[in-house]
């Protein structure tokens, strides 16, 4: 595998379930974000890990639990979520440690993984 | 506050022809740097090209070239000799000096290449 991959591709929950989202990078990059890609809407950041720290949580529902055990793993834990979680939800990570800045140094992208709630 | 703004949510383009796609920024950060990004029906963000802001030089990678225009706050993305895979979102986004790393994106411009 090479680049960035998120398992699973598609996923259709309801929301009485619990079901867990996972993303692996494989080009040993510092950061690894979680984006939520509604209809309509621009790109929003959940959450950042930077080495395997949290630095950044936009305001996220606490029913979206991240988790990240090492620094090529993030995880998107989810419980109890509403219709208006459907979403495209894509991973990516970077080189520079998120609470860093060097411009350069691009997002590399998942695939996503296309939740609908029901 | 940093913002990204695309004003074309939907552009038309004839096979082999060029396009511009406009994108304008706002940011108080001395030093930023901008992205675009195109996402095809698959969902995955493929990155075509960076600008930074202290760049002489507008940026190209082959058929993609940054007309970056300082002044303007805008960094517009040209495809060249346009081809039926271009056809997708591109999005622009920017990540400032004193934003920690996080890269703000634009609401997309959905880009359909004519035969």
């Known amino acids: 595998e090479t680049g960035v991959t998120q398992t699973p591709r598609h996923l259709v929950m309801g929301m009485t379930n619990k079901k867990s989202l996972k993303c692996e990078q494989h080009?040993?990059?510092?950061?690894m974000y979680w984006y939520k890609q509604s209809a309509k809407k621009p790109l929003e950041l959940m959450f950042v890990?930077?080495?395997?720290?949290?630095?950044e949580n936009n305001s996220v529902p606490s029913r979206f639990s991240p988790e990240c055990p090492n620094s090529s793993h993030l995880f998107l834990h989810l419980h109890t979520l509403q219709p208006e979680d459907s979403a495209l939800y894509l991973c990516a990570s970077s080189q520079d440690p998120a609470g860093g800045f060097r411009a350069y140094n691009e997002q590399f992208f998942g695939p996503g993984t296309r939740l609908t709630v029901l | 506050a940093q913002k990204i703004t695309q004003t074309q949510p939907g552009m038309f383009v004839q096979e082999k022809e060029a396009v511009t796609l406009d994108c304008t920024y706002d940011t108080s950060d001395p030093s930023y740097g901008l992205f675009w990004y195109k996402q095809p029906s698959s969902g995955e963000m493929i990155f075509l090209i960076y600008?930074?802001?202290?760049?002489?030089q507008n940026a190209t990678e082959g058929r993609y070239s940054l007309n970056f225009q300082k002044a303007r706050k805008s960094a517009n993305l040209v495809i060249s000799a346009s081809q039926l895979g271009d056809s997708a979102m591109y999005f622009c986004a920017m990540k400032g000096e004193n934003q920690g790393g996080k890269l703000i994106f634009g609401q997309g411009t959905e880009l359909s290449v004519k035969p």
């Open positions: 890990y930077s080495l395997e720290e949290r630095v």
């Open positions: 080009l040993g990059h510092n950061a």
């Open positions: 600008q930074g802001s202290y760049d002489q």
